[in-house]
Structure formats: C-alpha cells, structure tokens
C-alpha cells in the first residue's frame, strides 16, 4: 500500500523529447454513493462501483520538450476542436498534481479528448475524463522511470485522478471498485480506489446498466456544489456512518449473490443521495418529474414480475437501470415498452460492467 508522499518522484532515470500515447477510461456506477468530502478530494465516506464498459472518454496525449516555459502549457481538443471551456479545470488539475509529477512544465502537451456517449447527454464525463487524462500522465512517467511496478502505475494513476474528479479514482481498473478506508475492506483507501479484493458471485457477472437519459440539460447544481453543502449539514454524520455500514452489508452480498438485499441497499443508497440535496441548505432537487415516474414503473415491473431489477442514480436526473445479464432480454423488453418514452427523445445507452482503463 502506498500513501502520497510515495507518489512524489526523486529523479527519472530517463529524458524524452516528444511522443503520444493513447488510453481510454470508463465511467462508473457507485452503488454506494461518495457524497461530501474534506479537503485535498479526500472522500467523506467509502464508495463502491461498478466501472463501466461501453461509455468512456478516448485521451490522446501528445507532448514535446518546452524548455523555458515556467507555466503549465497545452492545448485542449474536444472531439477535434478546440474547447476553451475545459481549461480552467485542467489548470487546476495540473496545479494539484504537480508536486506529483514534476515533469509538467517541461512539455507541451496537447490533449485530445472524446467520449463514446453523446455529448451532454448529461451524464458525467468527469470521471472518464479525468481517468484518462491521468492514465496517459503515468504513462509518460513510467517511460521516464520505466522500472516503475505494475501496482505503483495504477495506485498513482487514480491517485491522481481523484485530484481530478474524486469519482474518477474509480475508473482506473477493476470491474468493481472501493475508494475509500473501510476496516473491513483490506487495502482500501481514501487516497485512491482499489479493485474489490473479496469473492463476487456470478449473479453479478456482466451485470448490465441502462441509462436512461431522462434530462440532458445543463444541472442547476454541480457535484462540487453539492458536496461542499455536506459541511454543516444536518445529517451529514449519520449519512456517513450510514455509507460505512452500506458498504459493509454488500461484502456478504456480494459473496452470496443475494439480489433483493442488493436492490435494497443500491436503491437506498440512490435516494439517500437525493435525500441530502434536498435537505441541504439551500435545498434543490435533481431529479425530474420523468425519474420519479421511471423509478415506480421499475418497482410496479418487479413486483408483478419477480424479476431482479432496480434503479439507481447519479447527480441528476438520468436513471442507470441494473440487471443481471440472465433477465436481460425481459428487461429491454420492458424498457422499451414502458420505459423508453420518459426519456429524452427516447433515448438511452446499454452499457455492462467493464475492466476500466485501456492504452491504445
Ligand atoms: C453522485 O466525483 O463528480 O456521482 O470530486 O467534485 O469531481 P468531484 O465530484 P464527483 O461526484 C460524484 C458523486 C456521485 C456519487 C458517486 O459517484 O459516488
């Protein structure tokens, strides 16, 4: 295990002029949700995810020497324009991770990134972003230490990445990830995520994930909003223990491929997320009319049907509905005919649990 002053590099045993590399990065699913933090990105409570397989962001990163520069330097492509907009944040990333990385200011680097889901679909591209965006970072700085080990690159690579987006720690490798200190979970911590280490039964292999795109717009309120309103808030402690005992309660679960408790925990989890947004101050809601919709046609089908479906959700209004890949025809079946139509332009992505991270 290593802790971040492990991260800080001593000298490189090797130069280079100018290169590119190339990884993709998925996004994730928390079933339990990471909603508060302390300072430095360091998780107010454990969280655990599924990653993702089919939506992720693509991040070429290409780099050549830039002697006396002082100042961060690159240009930022968006699905091959330039995307102004996108800077500040890489600034900021660049910032935080500089001790880090202490290579940054010798390169300019162009970044070229695209996501396989469309474009303000509302679903967070931060995560994948941000993990690509490290990915290719460590991939530079393993060719400039290239005896580097296989666990440093992906411990430093989501290390770095929660720096960047805190969820994005999650989607680095693993198809089911802990970010978080949790006594029972050996290896994790708040520093960054970890593959789950424990068994997972095959109820959840190829667990699928439709995302239903309920609103695509603009949030009113963005995730750091939403989690700088857990200082002070009423129920922020309990919340916190809440998610240690969540967590807890999924080891046994996931050993024992219990989906109803599974569904328990998951959709609990969901709306205790939105729970705390409306009970902060000031208060707001994500969710849309069509959520609330979705969420009691999804438990009307699984009680009149048995099957093994629940919901959960993000920041926002979209609905990720989880299913085990063997009622998988059934469930498409009834997102179609029931589903569909709460949507935004009937739109939706399938998606499954996928490896996270891949170089190109
Ligand atoms: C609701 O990772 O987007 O998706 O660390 O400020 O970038 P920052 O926040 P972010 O928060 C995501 C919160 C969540 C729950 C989760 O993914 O665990």
């Known amino acids: 295990m290593f802790t971040a002053n492990d991260f800080i590099p001593?000298?490189?045993s090797k130069t280079i002029e100018n290169g590119s590399f190339q990884w993709s990065a998925p996004s994730n699913i928390a079933l339990v949700k990471y909603w508060g933090k302390k300072t430095n990105q360091i998780p107010a409570n454990p969280s655990v995810s599924f990653t993702l397989n089919h939506c992720k962001t693509i991040t070429k990163l290409a780099f050549e020497k830039n002697r006396n520069s002082g100042n961060?330097?690159?240009?930022?492509?968006?699905?091959?324009?330039p995307k102004e907009d996108f800077k500040p944040k890489i600034q900021k990333f660049f910032e935080r991770i500089e001790s880090y990385l202490p290579f940054l200011k010798d390169y300019h680097f162009t970044i070229d990134t695209q996501n396989t889901f469309p474009h303000s679909s509302g679903i967070a591209s931060s995560a994948s972003g941000m993990s690509a965006l490290a990915m290719n970072l460590m991939r530079l700085e393993k060719a400039l230490n290239p005896e580097m080990t296989e666990e440093y690159f992906y411990q430093k690579a989501s290390f770095l990445a929660r720096l960047g987006s805190g969820s994005a720690c999650r989607s680095v490798k693993g198809?089911?990830?802990?970010?978080?200190?949790q006594a029972n979970i050996k290896g994790s911590s708040d520093e960054y995520g970890v593959e789950y280490p424990y068994r997972i039964h095959d109820n959840f292999k190829n667990y699928q994930d439709?995302?239903?795109l309920v609103d695509k717009g603009e949030k009113q309120v963005s995730s750091t909003v939403g989690h700088d309103l857990m200082h002070n808030h009423p129920f922020a402690e309990r919340r916190f223990a809440q998610a240690h005992e969540n967590l807890d309660k999924l080891i046994a679960i996931f050993e024992k491929g219990n989906l109803e408790e599974f569904i328990q925990i998951v959709e609990s989890e969901a709306l205790t997320l939105h729970a705390m947004m409306m009970t902060s101050m000031p208060y707001f809601i994500l969710m849309k009319p069509n959520t609330l919709e979705i969420i009691n046609r999804i438990w009307k089908f699984r009680k009149d049907t048995q099957t093994p479906v629940c919901f959960t959700l993000d920041a926002g209004a979209n609905v990720?509905?989880?299913?085990?890949?063997?009622?998988?025809?059934?469930?498409?079946?009834?997102?179609?005919?029931?589903?569909?139509g709460y949507c935004q332009n009937e739109q939706y992505i399938c998606d499954d649990i996928g490896e996270g991270a891949i170089e190109y």
């Open 175 to 181: 198809k089911v990830v802990v970010w978080g200190n």
């Open 320 to 340: 990720h509905v989880l299913y085990p890949e063997n009622v998988k025809e059934k469930v498409l079946q009834f997102i179609k005919a029931e589903l569909v």
């Open 10 to 12: 001593n000298s490189y």
């Open 72 to 81: 961060f330097s690159f240009d930022l492509l968006f699905e091959g324009k």
């Open 210 to 212: 439709t995302i239903l």
